[in-house]
């Protein structure tokens, strides 16, 4: 099957907790950097892992620059939106919503499995690798399978009868439509129910055909992103993944913190895409990568409080590889409250994720038009 006959899949791996832009994309001939970062925050230029003349990587993220100089990676640099709040949880769900000037109550990517599936036939298009369920993905009457653990979901399955299956789905369903409400409660209940069955059916059978010669780490990072590609490759028809890692909140001791988690962010991902390369999967995969703001330029001296502007990583065959946008002004007089100032909004970021790879109108999921970078190739393919 080519790259035209597979839908484009598209994987979005969270960094929870305000990644630190100016130490994952380092400007190593900025002196404006050095006077900032005099701590042991600072990387010495002879530490970088340089991209090009100006802008290089921290030093352990060496997978990642591996995929950056085999053109399969596109840095997108000073994304946000006006006015920050510099708050993680109104931040992440303006992210995760799209709503900047009110509480959203539909997350981008729910909306686009409803695009992408209208009549909602597969109950695993969307498929969240972790605890809960991220506001991103959620939009009522939309299906997404929510798995912490793969080697143990769908327990529920060992029970054959499906009029067992169904009795017991109405008792949940009365149970909690009497405690919530009653009618499209207990109809939205039920429904969910029977969806998360049928998925874990599909993913139970689909996922007994898995195997890899790729060796992950034993993080958590490397087994959310492993069962992405178990998923994936079991060929089920997913089209969407989402999974997350943190916390980046690094308001003290960030040297290790932050070298851990990139260590394993940058690991995981090389392993992940090695992995579908060796199940020739990876042609019609696009992989995003966001946190919801950047880090303070001026270090505090043991680590980083809340910024605005971000960088965003997209990863895949596809993806025209190189710098996108301009890094932001670190000069003094530049800065919004000691902040790099956004000025390529995250919402035009994924209007070309929507367009370019999964060919949705994304004016009505991102609610408005806004200036795509482009930074994808290819088109996503069959839909």
Same mark, same amino acid.
């Given at each position: /099957? ?8 598209? +994987? +979005? ?13 380092? =400007? ?17 230029? $002879?530490? +970088?892992? &340089? ?9 352990? /993220?060496?997978?990642? &620059?591996?995929?950056? $100089?085999?053109? #399969? ?7 946000? *939106? ?37 009549? @909602?036939?597969? =109950? ?33 399955? @060992? ?8 009795? /017991? ?40 055909? *898995? ?43 960030? =040297?290790?913190?932050? !070298? ?6 940058? @690991? ?30 001026? !270090? ?19 993806? &025209? ?23 390529? !909004? ?14 949705? #109108?994304?004016? =009505? ?12 190739? &290819?088109? @996503?393919?069959?839909?």
């Amino acid at each position: /099957m080519t790259l035209k006959e597979k839908p484009p899949v598209l +994987v +979005v791996l969270q960094l929870t907790g305000g990644n630190d832009y100016l130490n994952t994309v380092i =400007p190593y001939t900025d002196s404006n950097y050095y006077d900032n970062r005099r701590s042991l925050l600072q990387i010495p230029e $002879d530490s +970088v892992l &340089k991209l090009d003349d100006e802008l290089g990587f921290h030093p352990v /993220m060496g997978p990642m &620059k591996e995929i950056y $100089d085999q053109g #399969d990676m596109a840095i997108i640099h000073g994304v946000g *939106y006006a006015k920050s709040p510099r708050s993680h949880f109104r931040s992440m769900d303006i992210w995760h919503t799209c709503e900047p000037n009110k509480v959203g109550t539909e997350g981008w990517l729910g909306r686009a499995l409803r695009d992408l599936d209208p009549s @909602g036939e597969n =109950p695993i298009g969307g498929v969240n690798i972790g605890q809960g369920l991220p506001r991103a993905m959620t939009v009522p009457g939309v299906s997404v399978a929510s798995v912490a653990d793969l080697t143990t979901y769908g327990l529920l399955t @060992g029970i054959e009868q499906q009029e067992q299956r169904t009795k /017991m789905l109405q008792r949940f369903s009365n149970m909690y439509g009497q405690a919530i409400g009653t009618g499209a409660v207990k109809e939205y209940l039920g429904q969910t129910g029977l969806d998360a069955l049928k998925g874990a059916d599909i993913l139970k059978e689909g996922l007994s055909r *898995y195997s890899s010669n790729v060796e992950y780490g034993t993080d958590a990072i490397a087994s959310s992103l492993r069962d992405v590609a178990m998923i994936h490759t079991a060929d089920v028809g997913t089209r969407v993944f989402y999974t997350q890692h943190g916390s980046f909140d690094t308001h003290a001791s960030q =040297p290790p913190t932050f !070298d851990k988690l990139w260590t394993e962010v940058s @690991g995981a991902i090389a392993d992940f895409w090695d992995d579908l390369r060796q199940h020739d999967a990876d042609e019609n995969v696009v992989m995003f990568l966001f946190s919801e703001f950047g880090r303070r330029v001026r !270090d505090n001296g043991s680590g980083t409080d809340h910024g605005a502007a971000g960088a965003c990583f997209a990863i895949g065959p596809s993806i &025209k590889g190189g710098m996108h946008n301009v890094y932001p002004e670190t000069r003094a007089e530049a800065l919004d409250q000691g902040d790099l100032v956004p000025d390529q !909004d995250f919402r035009g970021v994924y209007s070309t994720i929507l367009e370019d790879w999964l060919n949705l #109108d994304p004016v =009505p999921i991102v609610n408005g038009q806004f200036e795509q970078p482009k930074f994808i190739e &290819k088109n @996503g393919g069959a839909v």
